[in-house]
């Protein structure tokens, strides 16, 4: 059983900087990959990107490439979300989510464990 806690959400600017954490409980964090979401008021759950168990390799949905970067302390059982150059649609909860797989997926289908989302709004 994995626990997650997301923090650092707020309110900024468009083009402000913004860096979320999700710490993990647990002694196995590094046996999951770990992915981030997000849902806007009104839309479905969409992917923002995954890090590898090791954290060796990301991948970003289209549109968070070269804004977004995500990586992982797997010795402080830790998740970031580094985001930039932050837009109005940012705007959204956003959730990390641990899965088991071996296999990288963008679908939260394959993803175990949730945590209770941070909110981050984006203003004009």
């Known amino acids: 059983q994995v626990q997650l806690v997301e923090s650092g959400g707020g309110l900024v600017q468009a083009g402000d900087s913004l860096r979320l954490s999700c710490a993990a409980s647990?002694?196995?964090?590094?046996?999951?990959?770990m992915g981030w979401f997000r849902r806007a008021p009104g839309k479905e759950r969409e992917f923002v990107g995954v890090v590898t168990r090791s954290g060796g390799n990301a991948y970003y949905a289209d549109s968070e490439k070269g804004r977004f970067t995500i990586s992982r302390d797997n010795a402080k059982n830790t998740l970031y979300l580094q985001m930039n150059s932050l837009k109005p649609e940012d705007t959204a909860v956003y959730y990390c989510?641990?899965?088991?797989?071996?296999?990288?997926?963008?679908?939260?289908?394959?993803?175990?464990?949730w945590g209770q989302g941070t909110q981050v709004t984006v203003s004009s």
């Open positions: 989510a641990a899965s088991r797989y071996s296999t990288i997926h963008y679908s939260g289908n394959w993803y175990d464990y």
């Open positions: 647990g002694r196995t964090f590094s046996t999951y990959a």
